[in-house]
């Protein structure tokens, strides 16, 4: 069974950082694509960022491009979200996600993953 917990996430000023982890386990990690995704109260989960199975190749949501940064360690069985430049409409939990098939780009929809964690809540006040 597979299990992402996430961890990092707080109250932060705005234009501050924040690095969100992901642990995953119960399956070969560096075949997937994982991504992070958010959401705010009220609002649809929305995509944020997301990698290759190698993390040679990284895309991003353009409200984040530029501030953010996707990355991931396959020795430890994790992937990254650098967080900078933080804004007040970053506010959300924030998910992290793996793609649902082996060497496939499970893409920016929500169910092209089928394995999340449970989230963790990222504040940024004005």
């Known amino acids: 069974q597979v299990q992402l917990v996430e961890s990092g996430g707080g109250l932060v000023q705005a234009g501050g950082s924040l690095r969100l982890s992901c642990a995953a386990s119960g399956r070969t990690f560096s075949n997937y694509y994982m991504g992070w995704f958010r959401q705010a109260p009220g609002k649809e989960r929305e995509f944020v960022a997301r990698?290759?199975?190698?993390?040679?190749?990284?895309y991003y949501a353009d409200s984040v491009k530029g501030r953010f940064t996707i990355s991931r360690d396959n020795a430890k069985n994790t992937v990254y979200l650098q967080m900078n430049t933080l804004k007040a409409e970053d506010t959300a939990v924030y998910y992290c996600a793996e793609g649902s098939n082996s060497y496939s780009d499970p893409g920016r929809d929500p169910g092209g993953y089928n394995y999340w964690g449970q989230g963790t809540q990222v504040t940024v006040s004005s």
């Open positions: 990698l290759t199975w190698s993390g040679v190749r990284t």
